[in-house]
């Protein structure tokens, strides 16, 4: 006779036995044991078991204790990663107890709004669909701790990032970011208002101290990932003999990218747009390799740095980044390339995404976003749909 039992407590754990043996008997407190599976009446005086009855106690223990580590699996799998990403109250992480986990993929916000646009979500989730196997961190600015207890379904990039159980979203408080580097003696000096180009510079030097810490990819909020990158220590050529810093990845704790942050600091000017980000990653790699320029699609590797080549990230690049935004007669196949970046700068949110355009970023969001896709429909609709006042 199948049976189950919930378990309580030690003394909620004996089993009376049934109505036919109650008659004359005393009630058996001997068999206090879980019979989950299969249920035996338990007698004083049992004579001893056959061959059969011992074989089926086995089979018991047995399908007990696959029980119990299923439930043990289960409890550790909640304890050690994958939730989903915010209000991060709900499941007491920290960024450092994900961080740790390893291998993140790491984007940063580095303006103070709180509404992540169309192709920042599509970064995400793009990400997020490519490495299902390991956490999708967006850091932003504008997010406090106080704001991410608050944070509701008002914002709805938050509530479509949602349904992704790799996928967090953490407040970048960058003082502590930058403990233990070269960059905190900058930071405590460095004045923002008086900085030009704060909001970028601010972001190449929390993207350094984020992967020297705990390793990683970063990645810049308009790159589209199609592939996973096979490389571990790696920068993306943006064209022969020039580095970009909007695609690296590197173990924790490497040596380059803590000579890059000195170098942050010795060479800092703020006022040279890209002086602390493509520029310090070019003038960097010159230091340990000699830079040739790219024949084919082949990547070049120096001191166990591999220098990918353009294709790679960049097969449209930034002169003709306005192409993403129109119809292509036949759209490239990208097989060369692991993501996309769209060149956001470049762009300036001008050119945007549109529902029915045809575009080959509205077929990229598609593709490798369909979820930020199927909200920008909505989005349309909604804006389409006659008010009270029509």
Not at 37 to 55: F, G, L, Y
Not at 184 to 194: A, I
Not at 205 to 227: E, F, N, P, Q
């Amino acid at each position: 006779m199948l049976q189950t039992v919930w378990v309580s407590s030690p003394r909620s754990w004996a089993l009376q036995e049934s109505r036919s043996h109650r008659r004359g008997k005393k009630r058996c407190w001997k068999c206090r044991f879980v019979r989950t599976i299969i249920r035996h009446p338990c007698r004083r005086h049992a004579p001893k078991r056959s061959r059969k009855e011992r074989m089926l106690r086995k089979i018991q223990i047995c399908l007990c204790f696959c029980f119990v580590s299923g439930i043990l699996y289960e409890i550790s799998l909640l304890s050690s990663c994958v939730f989903s990403y915010l209000p991060m109250a709900q499941h007491y992480l920290t960024p450092e107890q994900v961080l740790h986990l390893g291998k993140s993929i790491i984007f940063l916000e580095t303006t103070e709004r709180l509404e992540p646009p169309p192709l920042v979500s599509c970064s995400v989730e793009s990400a997020a669909r490519i490495y299902q196997d390991r956490p999708i961190i967006l850091f932003m600015r504008g997010l406090t701790n106080e704001t991410a207890l608050d944070m509701n379904t008002s914002y709805a990039a938050f509530s479509l990032l949602s349904s992704m159980k790799n996928v967090f979203i953490f407040p970048l408080q960058m003082e502590t970011v930058f403990q233990e580097t070269p960059l905190l003696q900058w930071y405590n000096q460095v004045v923002p208002e008086q900085e030009k180009n704060w909001v970028h510079v601010s972001s190449d030097a929390s993207r350094l101290a984020l992967i020297w810490k705990y390793g990683g990819i970063y990645m810049d909020t308009d790159v589209i990932s199609i592939r996973p990158i096979p490389q571990d220590s790696f920068l993306a050529a943006q064209k022969s003999r020039f580095s970009s810093n909007g695609i690296f990845g590197f173990p924790a704790r490497h040596k380059f990218i803590w000579d890059c942050m000195e170098n942050f600091v010795l060479k800092y000017n703020g006022n040279i747009w890209g002086n602390q980000g493509p520029f310090l990653m070019t003038r960097m790699l010159k230091t340990l390799c000699n830079l040739t320029d790219f024949q084919g699609t082949e990547d070049h590797s120096c001191q166990n740095i591999s220098f990918l080549n353009p294709q790679r990230f960049y097969p449209i690049p930034y002169p003709a980044w306005s192409r993403y935004y129109q119809v292509w007669d036949k759209s490239p196949s990208f097989n060369h390339s692991y993501a996309l970046h769209l060149w956001n700068f470049m762009n300036r949110n001008r050119k945007v995404v549109v529902a029915g355009s045809n575009t080959l970023a509205e077929k990229l969001y598609k593709t490798y976003c369909p979820t930020t896709y199927e909200d920008l429909i909505q989005n349309a609709k909604h804006r389409d749909l006659p008010g009270p006042e029509d």
